[in-house]
């Protein structure tokens, strides 16, 4: 199962309520006539998590064939206003907001008390270390996602949820994986639904492969072992998809799936959703090609990587650009939620120093985020190992990036893009054709790293110091899970030692391929289609 309780972060949320009235021609009364079909997104606000939705809903502003209405958080109303201006750029349709309709997902009576509740949480006490390390932190964290509402705010959002869908009365809801409420929601009103997934459903197919292939064919969730799987992995194997699983017997998700059942909820244990759903639409943004292989129902819809709409880096940063015409550059960037503590900093900035050693015309693009409390040590290790290649202007430090990664990435100027392993960076970098190199952090990322050496498109730049932290569950302290010295070789390994590596060459070879059949893949163009086409009960999707 893949559930991010970090994804789904109060903290970024406001912490009051403002009803936002609906906008548009139909939304004035439950009870008006509509002209055309709707549909129904419910989602997270989180930024590189609602990234597939922004796509989706991008391609379905340009046709003007359906009304749109999304239920998120506040903070996705900027974005939302700026995908509204792409359409008018990229069209003639200077009225598309009257579409789009917004809902504040805060809005349900549970949020307040359950925002407090979970105030206290630190990003940079998320990463964990991998395999049978790490499995007692997954186990526990898994158990914070299912249960991370009290029943009352569950059923909360399940009744809030249940009011506006019948308000709205749309043609098709779709549904964010890890909404378990809304899953419930749309399941128990017999409503037709869609989950619109921002990472590969494989965790919840991989059990449905035959002959008991979870536990010696494919690695277990967050080990980060290879493909096909070692067979001296597989007793650690077992124990880790074991352990993952014991939270579904807790107390919590048992009290929890009491007060669901009492309340009217079709049966199905929580969480049993997973990233897959037997016999709902699944949209996808992976593809068999960059997946791991296995069988794949009809029901689940791969349209390669569902990419934002993002204007060219040549209008939203052009300084960067200037920057990055300046010597093939390494994109380092650990993705939203990624805080990095001193030491963590450090051993990064170890590596990085050792590629420019070894490579005098490569520089390097770094977005870093330290983490608060150590901050100023980081910073200090920084200069102590990277100050003349800042000051020279080979490696330039950002704590945000105007542009677009994706824009970034496909400038032309990137020979590998550093990243935790997220969904989203993993797709755009594929889609990108970019070499990748994973620093895994926490949950499916490590996954995601078995993926990149398994297609040859990459390397898995922190396997041997992620598998060997120990950390203590009961006083947790958030390991530093990347070596200097095993990153340096990753990075020339991947970039090469000089211009003429073969290793390095095969690598750029096979991502650049993979990178062409992504971008004929549809991917947005995709599942829009796929939505329109459920939305009017086509059958040919």
Known sequence: MII???????????TSTVTQVPQGPYSASANMPTKRPSVLFFTISDFGYVNVVLATIYELLRRDQVDIHIASFAPLKPRLESLVQLVKNAT???????GLHFHNLADFPGFATWAAQSKDRKKADVPHPPGRNGAGRVALLTLKALAIMEPEQYLSLFDWSADLTRKIDPALVVVDPILLPVHDMARTLGRKYAVLHPWSVADGLIPRQGWWAEYWKYPAFSTGFPYPLPWSKIPENISCYLVSKQCHSHAKVQ???????????KPDPLGSFTPFAEGVPQITPSLPVIDLPMSIPPNVFDCGPILVASPPIETSDPDLLHWLKKAPTVLVSLGTHFEAYAETVQEQAVGIRILLDARPDIQVLWKLKPEATSEKSGLESLDSILGQAIQDGR???EGWLKADPVAILSSGHIVCSVHHGGANSYFEATWAGVPQIVLAMWYDTFDYATRVEYLGIGAYGNREKGRSCVVDNDNYVAPNLVDG???GAALLRVVGPNREDLEAGAIKKKAAELGEVCRRSGGRVRSADIVTGLCFGEADI
Request: no cysteine.
């Open 395 to 397: 490696v330039r430090i």
């Open 485 to 487: 010295e095993e990153f």
């Open 255 to 265: 009290a929890l799936n009491q007060a669901r059942y009492a309340h009217g909820i």
């Open 92 to 98: 003639d349709k200077q009225t598309a907001e009257s």
């Open 4 to 14: 991010f309780p970090n994804y789904w972060d109060p903290r970024d949320l406001p």
